[in-house]
């Protein structure tokens, strides 16, 4: 699998938008060569974190703080509601995969075109307050936050190890 390389020393918005290809694609290589039934498995109980409910989280994390903040037209969450908080994490079942991993995808490509469309990282977000890059770093602090989790899932799914 190609994967982001982690980025040189160079302007911000490169540093930023190389941080977040990096760590995208380190959760995709958690994930790969997975069945779905690895990829839903809770590897570290009692915690209700799997590999697909990472994928789901930071599914939300895309869609409300890059597509949502960068196209000025806040979406609700995909996954979580008020009757399921954590729904993104919460009762999943491999029947789910194709479609959450789909929707992570098809999230990601959407905020890449929209971080195309708003490259100045130091503008305010349409009808917003915070910049630009204020959003990308959020994304960032997430992947990087949660691929320490993915880590452990994967190693104790089937022992691997390393980025």
């Not at 697909?52 to 903040?69: C, N, Q």
């Not at 509601?81 to 729904?87: F, K, R, Y």
């Not at 009762?91 to 789909?102: R, W």
């Not at 990282?121 to 915070?130: D, H």
Request: with cysteine; aromatic share 4%; net charge negative.
């Amino acid at each position: 699998m190609a994967r982001a390389p982690e980025p040189t020393d160079g302007p911000l918005d490169a540093l930023l938008l190389g941080w977040l290809a990096f760590h995208r694609d380190a959760l995709a290589a958690k994930c790969a060569g997975l069945d779905d039934d690895a990829l839903v498995r809770r590897s570290a109980a009692p915690s209700a974190l799997s590999l697909l409910g990472l994928v789901r989280h930071l599914t939300e994390m895309e869609r409300h703080y890059l597509v949502g903040a960068l196209s000025g037209s806040p979406a609700p969450l995909l996954y979580c509601t008020e009757e399921s908080p954590d729904g993104d994490v919460d009762d999943l079942t491999p029947t789910m995969v194709g479609e959450s991993m789909a929707q992570w995808h098809e999230h990601r490509v959407l905020a890449d075109r929209l971080l195309a469309e708003n490259a100045d990282l130091a503008a305010p977000v349409p009808g917003g307050s915070r910049s630009v890059g204020w959003h990308v770093a959020k994304v960032v602090q997430e992947y990087a936050r949660h691929n320490g989790h993915a880590d452990l899932l994967r190693e104790r799914i089937d022992g691997a190890v390393g980025e």
